[in-house]
């Protein structure tokens, strides 16, 4: 065996070792409290990112740094063949600021785009916990759904800490720790009516 192949194995193994280091430390936090529910018209959903490194987000929150929690979700009818069919898709981003000049700290809500809400906050961990839940996202009319028919929702969470412009991120893609990214999160639903 030739140098020329040994340097490439332990350039090989270099590189795997790197790869699933780096992906090893972007999956942490998990969604919790998943619950899927019906009003009168809608069908809502509630989870709760947890398990995630709040020290840094805390002092990256203060130094004026911007934070933003999307959540993933889509809602599907069960089907008995080999597809299921998916019914809605919805992203939910959370974008935390603090303002140095009133000392408070806001919350906006964006359902696929378009702004829903701006919420203030005094306190970082209110901020905090507000940033990391969905609260009641409607993913579906209730007329739409029928009776005793099986749903699921699958829920997926990426924490993202703008620490870089969006130019150095693309060159330095190899800092997968300032995102923070869940597996997919599956929860049953049957409709009765």
């Not at 192949?5 to 430390?25: D, E, G, H, M, P």
Request: aromatic share 14%; net charge positive; charged share 25%.
């Amino acid at each position: 065996m030739g140098t020329g192949k040994i340097n490439q194995s332990v350039i090989l193994a270099f590189i795997l070792i790197l790869f699933f280091a780096l992906t090893s430390c972007a999956k942490n936090g998990r969604i919790n409290d998943i619950m899927v529910m019906d009003d009168m018209t809608d069908v809502l959903v509630y989870a709760r990112l947890q398990d995630l490194r709040k020290g840094e987000t805390e002092k990256l929150i203060y130094a004026g740094v911007p934070v933003n929690c999307t959540f993933y979700v889509n809602f599907y009818q069960a089907s008995p063949y080999l597809f299921d069919r998916r019914l809605s898709r919805l992203v939910v981003r959370n974008a935390i600021k603090y303002d140095n000049v009133k000392k408070n700290i806001y919350v906006t809500t964006r359902l696929n785009e378009k702004e829903k809400e701006i919420s203030e906050f005094k306190d970082v961990g209110a901020a905090e916990a507000y940033l990391l839940e969905i609260s009641g996202i409607s993913v579906i009319k209730v007329h739409e759904l029928v009776k005793g028919g099986k749903y699921y929702v699958t829920i997926k969470a990426k924490v993202e800490k703008d620490q870089h412009s969006r130019f150095v991120r693309y060159i330095l893609f190899f800092l997968p720790f300032m995102e923070t990214e869940t597996n997919w999160y599956r929860k049953e639903f049957i409709w009765k009516g």
